[in-house]
Nanobody, 123 residues
Framework: QVQLMESGGGSVQAGGSLRLSCAGS????????MAWFRHAPGKEREGVVI???????SYADSVNGRFTVSKDNAKNTLFLQMNSLRPESGTMYYC?????????????????WGQGTPGTVST
């Protein structure tokens, strides 16, 4: 059973930054597809960034240029640096993984999810 645990969420003002972490069990982060999603109340879960097992990265248009994903393979940890945060970015963020290297923007693709970490952005 894959285990993922997010941390690093918090509250910032608009324009500020947050850095989220996702620690994975085993070698999940280094081998398989990883993704960050966010889920606001009353809205569908939205993909933020996908990281293919071969290293390919794709960002959602809404965050491209402001968010950056990275990995620390030695620590089996995935990071999400979020800059220039907007009020609409304030919601719960989740990391997710699956059992293959290839990613998909559909949340149904993913087999393992973390518990989520909150990102609150105030005006």
């Amino acid at each position: 059973q894959v285990q993922l645990m997010e941390s690093g969420g918090g509250s910032v003002q608009a324009g500020g930054s947050l850095r989220l972490s996702c620690a994975g069990s085993g070698n999940t982060v280094t081998v398989f597809c990883m993704a960050w999603f966010r889920h606001a109340p009353g809205k569908e879960r939205e993909g933020v960034v996908i990281v293919e097992g071969d290293g390919g990265i794709s960002y959602a248009d809404s965050v491209n240029g402001r968010f950056t994903v990275s990995k620390d393979n030695a620590k089996n940890t995935l990071f999400l640096q979020m800059n220039s945060l907007r009020p609409e970015s304030g919601t719960m963020y989740y990391c997710a993984t699956t059992t293959v290297k290839r990613c998909n923007w559909s949340d149904g693709w993913y087999k393992g999810w973390g518990q989520g970490t909150p990102g609150t952005v105030s005006t």
